[in-house]
T-cell receptor
């Protein structure tokens, strides 16, 4: 089966600009996650969707970050306006259903804010 | 809150050496524990998991045992290969929200194996 797809792979923007990332999970996976991985740290969960509903967005900086998952499939994560500290790799992951453990990760989008 | 602490890297070993990467955790309740691996240019992949105390997860020659008494989940391999060079992440599942399976990761340990 095809893995989790993300685009773009790399993005460089100036601070105060906006940016959007796209994720296509594995077909049939109900749960989708966005993680932020700052250099030298482990991934940190930003938001979790179950189908097209939000399960957990407690660590999403809602003043500048937004995410949606229309129709319970693809998802987009947006940052507006970006700050220097948003420079990180943004990882998307999906999981088949409740009760299963494995999350499948995409290759990530590396964002550099200058 | 829940947290995971890994031994600091980078770790450099020679091929066929014995590997241990330490991982300890702090959690309420009884989390599941995982090791993920990230090869250069690729996404994270699940390496092994353990869902309850005394469980041993194993895969590709790697092993880790869920030790509740020491709150540890150390990763071991008896004889490493150059192809094991990667970043290794210890993680636990946080199910504070019912139905959610939120992973809390350690900071990662970069492993380099020299031929």
């Amino acid at each position: 089966e095809a893995g989790v797809a993300q685009s773009p792979r790399y993005k460089i923007i100036e601070k105060r600009q906006s940016v959007a990332f796209w994720c296509n999970p594995i077909s049939g996976h109900a749960t989708l996650y966005w993680y932020q991985q700052i250099l030298g740290q482990g991934p940190k969960l930003l938001i979790q969707f179950q189908n097209n509903g939000v399960v957990d967005d407690s660590q999403l900086p809602k003043d500048r970050f937004s995410a949606e998952r229309l129709k319970g499939v693809d998802s987009t994560l947006k940052i507006q306006p970006a700050k220097l500290e948003d420079s990180a790799v943004y990882l998307c992951a999906s999981r088949r259903r409740s009760g299963t453990y494995e999350q499948y990760f995409g290759p990530g989008t590396r964002l550099t804010v200058t | 809150g829940n947290s995971v602490t890994q031994m600091e890297g980078p770790v450099t070993l020679s091929e066929e050496a014995f590997l241990t990467i330490n991982c300890t955790y702090t959690a309420t309740g009884y989390p599941s524990l995982f090791w993920y691996v990230q090869y250069p240019g690729e996404g994270l992949q699940l390496l092994l998991k353990a869902t309850k105390a005394d469980d041993k997860g194993s895969n590709k020659g790697f092993e880790a045992t869920y030790r509740k008494e020491t709150t540890s989940f150390h990763l071991e391999k008896g004889s490493v290969q150059v192809s094991d060079s990667a970043v290794y992440f210890c993680a636990l599942s946080d199910r504070r929200i019912q139905g959610a399976q939120k992973l809390v990761f350690g900071q990662g340990t970069r492993l380099t194996i020299n031929p």
